[in-house]
């Protein structure tokens, strides 16, 4: 298992936070790295495109300012999403941007693309693609990505179905670069577990929903607090992909959960339609029975850093 030298040293947490549709900011992503986590967003949640640019720079002056006046702790980097499906007609603008900013990770979804990750690694950044199974893992590496996140069942948004033992270990039978692992990760202590399955990072999603600084109605945060994993909702219909979404948010839009149309793939849209969906039927993984409160970025990351410790120790008092 290997980190990328770019995370050498920059990480209180073996952990990347996961881009949210219209929840990540630059306000959230900023905290979570100057908390020592991978911070990312959508390129897609900077809407005009002209708001993509204003957010790199924001997000470059915030972390170089942290970074001169605490040179002991430096922030972590930076990651952007960029939807690769042809459903994004601004992929393009957004990767141009990418390069201007020179983001240090992009991770790619629902799609691998060779003259992306060409066009990313001639700038000297690493490229993440999320995958849901070994053959998609396979040929996102073949295509040129340094990295790989595996999505397995339980994660937020456009979850797999694999468990993640079944997953994180076909993929290490061939792979020894560096992997994260989403699927339900809330707790230091699941944290712990994905790096002894052979994970390099975790991928935690849903439990910065509830945060302050998150792009969240107050209801849904409220949401995320109050709810367990039996209220998550695995459905295709939002966006043409299988994703898990909260049940009560699905019976509030006018909607029987349990009895929820069969959608097609070619309905895949992130326009406007799309962000429609996600403001009204809400996402998430089926971690969240582990978050009790809206608290600060900064306060999710000193919990999972205090379990993750806590964790770790219990093992080593341990007989095995």
Not at 14 to 32: G, V
Not at 211 to 235: F, L, R
Request: contains cysteine; charged residues 20%.
């Amino acid at each position: 298992m290997t980190l990328p030298v770019q995370l050498a040293g920059r990480l209180s947490l073996p952990m990347m936070a996961a881009p949210l549709f219209i929840i990540s900011n630059p306000k959230l992503l900023i905290a979570q790295c100057v908390a020592g986590v991978v911070g990312s967003t959508p390129s897609l949640n900077a809407r005009p495109i002209e708001t993509l640019d204003a957010w790199l720079t924001e997000i470059r002056a915030a972390l170089d300012a942290h970074d001169q006046a605490y040179p002991d702790r430096p922030s972590a980097p930076f990651a952007i999403n960029l939807i690769v499906h042809r459903s994004n007609t601004r992929i393009e603008q957004d990767l141009a941007l990418c390069i201007k900013h020179r983001v240090p990770i992009i991770i790619t979804s629902l799609g691998a693309r060779p003259e992306i990750n060409d066009a990313v690694h001639a700038y000297g950044g690493i490229v993440f693609h999320d995958v849901i199974d070994d053959r998609f893992a396979r040929k996102a590496i073949e295509k040129g990505a340094d990295g790989l996140i595996a999505v397995a069942a339980g994660a937020g948004g456009h979850a797999g179905t694999l468990s993640p033992f079944a997953l994180v270990s076909e993929i290490r039978r061939w792979f020894d670069g560096p992997l994260a692992l989403s699927g339900s990760i809330a707790t230091g202590g699941a944290l712990l577990a994905a790096r002894a399955m052979g994970a390099d990072l975790g991928y935690v999603g849903s439990a910065f929903i509830a945060t302050e600084e998150a792009n969240a109605a107050p209801a849904y945060k409220q949401m995320i607090v109050d709810d367990k994993a039996a209220d998550i909702v695995y459905s295709d219909l939002f966006t043409g992909v299988s994703g898990n979404y909260l049940k009560h948010s699905i019976v509030a839009a006018g909607l029987d959960p349990d009895n929820l149309p069969k959608s097609d793939p070619s309905n895949m849209n992130f326009g406007d339609g799309a962000a429609k969906a996600w403001r009204d039927v809400w996402g998430s993984g089926q971690g969240i029975g582990a978050i009790e409160a809206v608290v600060p970025a900064a306060a999710l990351v000193a919990r999972l850093k205090r379990e993750y410790d806590s964790a770790r120790a219990r093992l080593n008092q341990g007989d095995l």
